[in-house]
Every structure is written in C-alpha cells, then in structure tokens.
C-alpha cells in the first residue's frame, strides 16, 4: 500500500474533514486483580486544520489516549481511523511507516536525546525517513531558526532552557510536515509565561489545513489557544466544545 499519496478526504464534501476519528476505544493494562481500565469507550473526532485540546483529571487516561491515536499502543476494543485509514489494519513495519511519515510527536519532559545537539535532535525523522543528513540538518536549521533558537542549534538538551527544549521537540514534530501532530503536557514543565509562548509559537508554526494538532494539557491558562476542547473524564471523552462554552461550564 502506499500510504503517501492518499489525498485527505472530506467525508461530506464540506470543510470540515476528519483527520481522526476514535469509535468505542478501549485499552486496558494489567490482568484480573490489578486490571486498569484506562480507555472505557472513547468517541472523538478531531478534524484536518484545528487545535483540540485533550484536557482532564491526572490518570484519566489523555496519554493512553494520545498513544492509541498515534499508534504506539494498539487498542484492545474499537476503531481508530486517521484520514480515513483505520489503523487496526496496520501491522509492524508497515504500522512503523505510516507513523514516521503522518505523525510528529511532542512527548512529555520532551524526551530530547541528550548526545545530540538541538540541531541533530529536530532533524531525527528526516533522517530516519532516510533523507541526506546535510539536507536534514539545514531543514532543521531553518524550523530551529522560526523557533527563535538560531544561537542555541549546536547546544545539547542539558544546556537550554525547558522552553528551549521544548521547542526542539515542537521542531522535531513538526520537520517531516506530518498530518497529525499530538503534543503531551507540553506545559508540564514550564513556568506559566514560558508555556503560553511555547504553545503561542506552536499554534503559529503547527496549525494549517490539511493538519490536525492534538495538546493534552491540564494548564487552563493555555486554553484560549485551542479551536476545541474535549473533556475525559474516567477514561472517555465527557464532553466537546469551544473554549467558551467549555470555561463557562467550569464556573
Ligand atoms: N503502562 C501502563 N501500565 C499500567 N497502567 C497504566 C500504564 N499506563 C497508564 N496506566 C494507567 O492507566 C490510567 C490512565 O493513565 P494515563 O493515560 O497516563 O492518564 P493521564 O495521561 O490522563 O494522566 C492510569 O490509571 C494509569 O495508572
Ligand atoms: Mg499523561
């Protein structure tokens, strides 16, 4: 199959076009006795051009959820489709393919490799995808340099700052132009300030048609930047709105 010439389909001819769509997906970890129902029946649909923020108590589930969405965890129970595809059918290599080539990832405390540079460590799925490391490198210089780190490229992880960092890892994510791009925390380890102009930064460089942006998050001060919020609760989406109607029933 070749997976990289599917144009994105509109289901309904409108604007708005799914890029992910999750039906009564479950996940559990453990056996017997110590079984924990992470994903009880999750129902979500993320379209092609938005921000979603995926908000909701600790353990409630949003990286389980993350990680079946993007393919690192198969779920035991329901569908997960990306642009039409459903991922269920997806085995190994294959499975390996798709994700390197349609997803980007931002995953908590970044997870930088700490041996390569700021530079090498945003060129990573280019070169995994196979491109020349000269031409991967200066792709990475040009996004590190949207970033706002042209002087930090040739500096390790353990040398900047944690909104640095995290602005490596949004490069990383976002180098090989994915279609999906899923964000854990990436706040978590931020002083407020920091974390609304790393996610302002993110907005501005990550959204555009064609491209979903998924943020799990649980700073309430980052939410103005989402197009939609959807609540978990329990391990199953609760509730989806816009960020008004979704702050209004905070209060
Ligand atoms: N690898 C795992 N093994 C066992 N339990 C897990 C594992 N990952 C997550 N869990 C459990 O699943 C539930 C949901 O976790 P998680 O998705 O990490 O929640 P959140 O990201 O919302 O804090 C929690 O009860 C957590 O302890
Ligand atoms: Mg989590």
């Not at 129902?43 to 949003?62: D, F, H, Q, T, W």
């Not at 974390?195 to 979903?212: D, F, H």
Request: aromatic content about 6%; charged content about 20%.
């Amino acid at each position: 199959m070749n997976s990289s010439s599917q144009p994105v389909q509109s289901p309904d001819g409108g604007a708005l076009s799914a890029a992910v769509v999750c039906r009564n997906v479950e996940k559990s970890f453990g056996q017997g006795n110590a079984v924990t129902r992470a994903l009880t029946g999750v129902n979500l649909e993320v379209y092609a051009g938005e921000m979603l923020m995926l908000v909701g108590p600790s353990g409630c589930g949003k990286t389980t959820l993350l990680s079946v969405i993007a393919g690192i965890l198969d779920a035991d129970n329901g569908s997960v489709e990306l642009f039409n595809r459903p991922m269920g059918l997806l085995r190994g290599a294959e499975k390996t393919r798709f994700r390197g080539r349609f997803i980007g990832f931002s995953f908590q405390q970044f997870n930088l490799l700490p041996q390569l540079t700021a530079l090498e460590n945003a060129g990573i799925p280019l070169l995994i995808l196979g491109w020349p490391r000269k031409k991967a490198l200066a792709r990475a210089a040009e996004l590190l340099e949207q970033l706002g780190l042209a002087d930090r490229m040739s500096n390790f992880p353990k040398q900047l700052s944690g909104g640095q960092q995290q602005r490596v890892a949004f490069a990383r994510a976002l180098i090989h132009e994915p279609k999906l791009v899923v964000c854990d925390e990436p706040t978590s380890a931020l002083d407020g300030r920091t974390g609304e102009q790393v996610i302002a930064a993110l907005r501005q460089m990550a959204v555009k048609p064609g491209r979903a942006v998924i943020v799990v998050t649980h700073d309430t001060r980052i939410f103005h930047f989402a197009d939609r919020i959807a609540r978990m609760d329990d391990g199953r989406i609760v509730d989806t709105g816009s960020v008004k109607t979704m702050l209004a029933g905070e209060q």
